[in-house]
Antibody, heavy 119, light 107 residues
Framework: QPQLRESGPGLVKPSETLSLTCTVS?????????WGWIRQPPGKGLEWIGS???????YYNPSLKSRVTISVDTSKDQFSLKLTSVTAADTAVYYC????????????WGQGTPVTVSS | EIVLTQSPGTLSLSPGERATLSCRAS???????LAWYQQKPGQAPRLLIY???NRATGVPDRFSGSGSGTDFTLTISRLEPEDFAVYYC?????????FGQGTKLEI
């Protein structure tokens, strides 16, 4: 199982852009797996944000699609999340994960990184 | 969007007992795309079951999944102390996928 590690700012101001990177030990250029972002607001359940294949094909949650961009850098074995125009509702623990399909199942997870949206 | 409803919200049992957790979908889903996760406080979720009944790598055989259509079940045959956690079901067959709200399994 690969190891995944999220990195990025833990505090973002309202209306600004949340940017996170996931570094994978091993290669992101593996067939049959997608790489995704999932978030969990404090005390709440899980929400799939979006996924990417190593070729660059992306899939986004329709509820977030207008604000989300996921990209991959195969040379660094990293993939990244950008979420624009954030509000307090975007405060959550953000996980990166390896997915067995476009929308799941997530068989390897990062430890999660908390992001707070506040001025 | 398919809504997954888990029951009960909280399940209180003792080590050694059998646990049965339910996940009901708002419409029929393919069992090929139904997963269960375990989450402990401060940790990322851990995949237990995928494709409704397939155990993920390293998952003890006391965990089993079953079901089809709109009704799915996660069974833990004999609870160990480390099994007390929150469990989520997850449908991942279509966009955007959906998670249940979770069942807390407490001692």
């Amino acid at each position: 199982q690969p190891q995944l590690r999220e990195s990025g700012p833990g505090l973002v101001k309202p209306s600004e852009t949340l940017s996170l990177t996931c570094t994978v030990s091993g290669s992101v250029s593996t067939s049959n797996y997608y790489w995704g972002w999932i978030r969990q607001p404090p005390g709440k359940g899980l929400e799939w944000i979006g996924s990417i294949y190593y070729s660059g094909s992306t899939y986004y949650n329709p509820s977030l699609k207008s604000r989300v961009t996921i990209s991959v850098d195969t040379s660094k074995d990293q993939f990244s999340l950008k979420l624009t125009s954030v509000t307090a509702a975007d405060t959550a623990v953000y996980y990166c994960a390896r997915l067995g399909g476009v929308y799941g199942s997530a068989n390897s997870w990062g430890q999660g990184t908390p992001v707070t949206v506040s001025s | 969007e398919i809504v997954l409803t888990q029951s009960p919200g909280t399940l209180s049992l003792s080590p050694g007992e059998r646990a049965t957790l339910s996940c009901r979908a708002s419409q029929s889903v393919s069992s090929s795309y139904l997963a269960w996760y375990q989450q402990k406080p401060g940790q990322a979720p851990r995949l237990l079951i995928y494709g409704a009944s397939n155990r993920a790598t390293g998952v003890p055989d006391r965990f089993s999944g079953s079901g089809s259509g709109t009704d799915f079940t996660l069974t833990i045959s004999r609870l160990e102390p480390e099994d007390f956690a929150v469990y989520y079901c997850h449908h991942y067959g279509s966009s955007p996928g959906s998670f249940g709200q979770g069942t807390k399994l407490e001692i």
